[in-house]
């Protein structure tokens, strides 16, 4: 088994200042990034991996996912436990078991946690890196969705355009409502009106989150009340 908790697919389809943890410095690095074909095209990449993972981390762990790890890791502590992924693990290629253990056995996590474990159990390790890769890949996708949708989008040719668009299109109704609040404007912003039906569709979907359907709503409304003015 490997030691690596990351598909080895995901981590090649992302340059290392993209893996960061640290949200302020990803930020950044992606902020920055012109907009140019060979740049568009990692992007585009990126974004492929970093949603397929987002889909199947959504079949296995649900809508409001906890990865099997106790409440107690998301309360009052989660803040100083974040600080100390960071430290340890501040970017994807580091999430491996040995780092994770290492982070359970001599940050305290035990005592953190009020568990009653020595050495930190395999199911442990194993959740908490599921957890912090979801947690960086997440944060990534926001960011590239949003360098994509503005930064990129006027200098998107129309095969790349129709490219993120299907991508998109695709992935959204899989998704977690907290991540389609996310994509769908950026299918807006990509697609314009022509994509009124897409989110007629989505809207009047009874299997989709309450919280989808009211975003896809009101990016048709946003589109009638376009057309009604022009």
Request: with cysteine; hydrophobic share 45%; net charge negative.
């Amino acid at each position: 088994m490997s030691d690596s908790l990351v598909a080895p697919e995901l981590l090649a389809s992302l340059p290392p200042s993209w893996q960061l943890a640290d949200s302020g410095r990803r930020h950044m690095a992606i902020k920055e990034l012109p907009p140019g074909p060979e740049e568009r095209a990692v992007a585009l990449s990126a974004l492929e991996a970093c949603l397929a993972f987002q889909l199947d981390s959504a079949s296995r762990y649900g809508e409001d996912p906890t990865w099997g790890l106790p409440e107690t890791f998301f309360d009052d502590d989660w803040f100083l436990l974040q600080v100390t992924l960071k430290r340890r693990l501040p970017t994807l290629a580091d999430v491996t078991r040995t780092n994770v253990r290492v982070w359970a056995e001599e940050d305290g996590v035990a005592e953190i946690l009020d568990a009653t474990w020595t050495d930190p159990p395999d199911e442990f390790v194993e959740s908490v890196g599921e957890m912090w890769v979801s947690f960086i890949v997440n944060g990534l996708v926001v960011e590239l969705l949003r360098w994509l949708g503005w930064v990129a989008r006027d200098h998107l040719d129309a095969e790349e355009r129709a490219r993120a668009l299907a991508l998109l299109k695709t992935v959204t109704p899989r998704l977690p409502w907290r991540q389609t609040i996310e994509t769908l404007p950026v299918i807006l912003n990509l697609g314009g009106s022509g994509e009124r039906d897409y989110f007629d569709q989505l809207a009047n979907d009874p299997s989709l989150h309450e919280k989808t359907r009211a975003e896809a709503a009101s990016k048709r409304w946003a589109i009638d009340s376009e057309n009604a003015t022009a």
